[in-house]
Structures are given as structure tokens and as C-alpha cells.
């Protein structure tokens, strides 16, 4: 598989396969991905990998303050309040595409429990998170994100599948006990890791992108 077929086969799996990933392969990713570039070189990542026995526990930890309705507050702003055109719509729509896939509308009850999915890591056998320390900026957050990418790109070339998650930083006080987390570490985001569910709906769909003209502005080029 080439780049240009990983990035374009490359989608959010939101079902995967109870199929175990080996270590070595999660550490090949995680290795691999570290040639990511990031503004000075920084390398700002800092990356926890979760699987058998230590996912379980952590998902039946996050499951059972669910279930007593308890909740925290996030470290960060996930989307900014009051999103605006054409941003509001893309997420309405990306939205509105994941309740149809699942069959429940998200007035009836399907926010909740696309929301459970997420916090059992959608049923992938390893679970990642990504942290970074509070001092660093925009650029550094950048950073994390191209480090991400590029880990989910040779997933994807692996025949593995991903999707990333940044509902996780709903529980950033869980997540810090958890993974004992030193003080000036936070978390951005999670990620699924494993193999996809070919059989689930929620898979079996892709999101929309905007045309290249709506983005890109292209100077000196000619005309087409
Ligand atoms: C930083 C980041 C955080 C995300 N967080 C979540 C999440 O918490 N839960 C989820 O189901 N999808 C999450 N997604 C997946 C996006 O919804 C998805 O990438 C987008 O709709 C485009 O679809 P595609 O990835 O299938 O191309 C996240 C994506 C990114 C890049």
C-alpha cells in the first residue's frame, strides 16, 4: 500500500474486531511514527498504550462512574462554543451520519450510547492516549496531531484500523490516576487500535470533504 491509498482508505472505525494486536506491532507503530515532523524538532508527544488486562480494568472503571452518573470537566475547550458556518454544518452532518449508521436518532438516546462505545474504545483491543505537557502551545498540539496521523497511516498500511478520540478528555482526572500521569502532562486525545468489523454499519460509511476549490487558494500556477 502505497501513501496515497492509506490516506484515502484511512477512515474513524467505530466497531472493531475482539482480534488482539501484538505488542511488537503497537511498538513498531508507536516507533515508526516518532519520525513525525514537529516545529523544532520538539518531539512534544507522549503517547500511553493500553491492552488486555489494564484496558479492561480501565473501561470497567469509566463504565461503572457512568453508570453513577458521574462525569468531569474537560482541561480544554473540544470545539468552540457556538460553532459557526461551514464548520457547525460539517459537524452536524459527520453527526447525523453516525446516528443513521447506528439506527438510533440521537434525540432517542443515541448521543449515549455512541458515547458508551467510545468509552469501551469501540471494542478495540488496544487503547492509546496522548498527552502533552500544559506549557506548550498551538504549535505543539499541532504537533501530537501530525503524530497521530502519521501512526494512524501505518496502521492503516498495516491492515489495521483506527479512530482517534478526543471524547476522552472528558475524563481527564480518571485518566491521570490511571495512568499516573506526572503534573505537567495533560491529555489531548485517545485512539482505538485494531482490526476493523467489516460486518457493522458503522463502518460501512464515509464523511464528506469539501471540494479543493473551497479551501486551497493556488497563486502563480497558470490557469488549469
Ligand atoms: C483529533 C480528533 C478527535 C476525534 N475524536 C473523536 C471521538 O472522540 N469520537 C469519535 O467517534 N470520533 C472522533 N474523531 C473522528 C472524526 O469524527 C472523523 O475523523 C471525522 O468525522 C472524519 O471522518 P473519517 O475519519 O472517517 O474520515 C476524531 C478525529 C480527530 C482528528
Redesign the pocket.
Known sequence: MNVTEAVLK?????AFLPKPVSADVVRTLLDTARHAPSGGNLQPWHVYALSGAPLDDFIAEIAAKLARNERETTEYEIYPRNLWEPLRGRRSR?GEQ?YRALGIGREANGQAV?EER?FRF?GAPVGLFFCLDRRVGPPQWSDI?MY??TLMLLATERGLAT??????ANWPKTIRAFLKLPDELML???MSLGYTDETSAMNSY??EREELSKFATMIGFGTP
Open positions: 484511512r477512515q474513524a472505525i467505530r459527520a453516525r455512541l467510545n469501540f496531531g497521530m496521523q479512530c482517534p478520540q478526543e471524547v476522552w489531548f486525545a485517545g464515509r464523511t
